[in-house]
């Protein structure tokens, strides 16, 4: 079955000490992408990639680190969190990039993260 | 980039056909418009999409207007776990020719009983 995968869904954590999410996905997809979601904001993007080795800043990217080692792989790094990053993440994917091209994102389930 | 305006909520009764508005004015003729869902606190779900002609899936029809300039996303028969957060979403053109998906508030469609 084609998906992404997200790990953990649920995350309970304490400031500064380092975690990451991990997101995986099994269609082969370029292009994947994180994002962060918090009540009365929306769905925000942290990073994206477009490719192996390739990744940039989406629209909130301070607090966090992608890495893309793999074309499944693409996990989301919190160094030293802070309660700020208390969120709901999404890890997401599509097959390419091109604008005006017809396609449509894959999301993964989400996780749930707290920092106390 | 075009932005689009929705509605923020919506009722529907269960059997009904739900019918969600989307007004993209500033859409630009090669730009695709996208309608995603999102159920309580899942990872959105992609529902259709289209460029100016109809659009149906088995999950829902989009209407585009002839002058693209707004957009109707018809759940034929609604039922209770249509109940849902939909976003309505022209891509956002990144420097590098990549394109992402900005979510805004959506409508909050709720199917009555």
């Known amino acids: 079955e084609a998906q992404v995968t997200q790990n953990p869904r649920y995350l309970i954590t304490v400031t500064g000490k380092k975690l990451t999410v991990t997101c995986s996905q099994n269609?082969?997809?370029?292009?994947m992408s994180w994002y962060r979601q918090d009540p009365g904001l929306g769905l925000r993007q942290i990073y994206y990639?477009?490719?192996?080795?390739?990744?940039d800043k989406g629209d909130v990217p301070e607090g966090y680190k992608v890495s893309r080692k793999e074309k499944r792989n693409f996990p989301l790094i919190l160094e030293s969190p802070s309660p700020n990053q208390t969120s709901l993440y999404f890890c997401?994917?599509?097959?390419?990039?091109?604008?005006?091209?017809?396609?449509?994102?894959?999301f993964g389930s989400g996780t749930q993260l707290s920092v106390l | 980039d075009a932005k689009t305006t929705q509605p923020p909520s919506m009722d529907c009764a269960e059997g009904r056909a739900a019918n969600l508005p989307c007004n993209h004015s500033t859409i630009s003729g090669n730009e695709y418009v996208y309608w995603y869902r999102q159920i309580h606190s899942q990872g959105p779900q992609y529902i259709i999409h289209g460029l100016k002609n109809n659009e149906t899936n088995e999950m829902a029809s989009l209407i585009i207007t002839e002058d693209r300039k707004s957009s109707t996303l018809i759940l034929p028969h609604a039922t209770l776990r249509d109940t849902a957060v939909y976003y309505c979403?022209?891509?956002?053109?990144?420097?590098?020719?990549?394109?992402?998906?900005?979510f805004g508030q959506g409508t909050r469609l709720t199917i009555n009983p």
């Open positions: 997401a994917s599509s097959r390419t990039t091109v604008r005006s091209t017809n396609e449509k994102l894959f």
């Open positions: 269609m082969n997809h370029e292009y």
């Open positions: 990639s477009m490719n192996v080795e390739v990744t």
């Open positions: 979403i022209v891509p956002t053109a990144l420097i590098q020719g990549a394109q992402k998906l900005v």
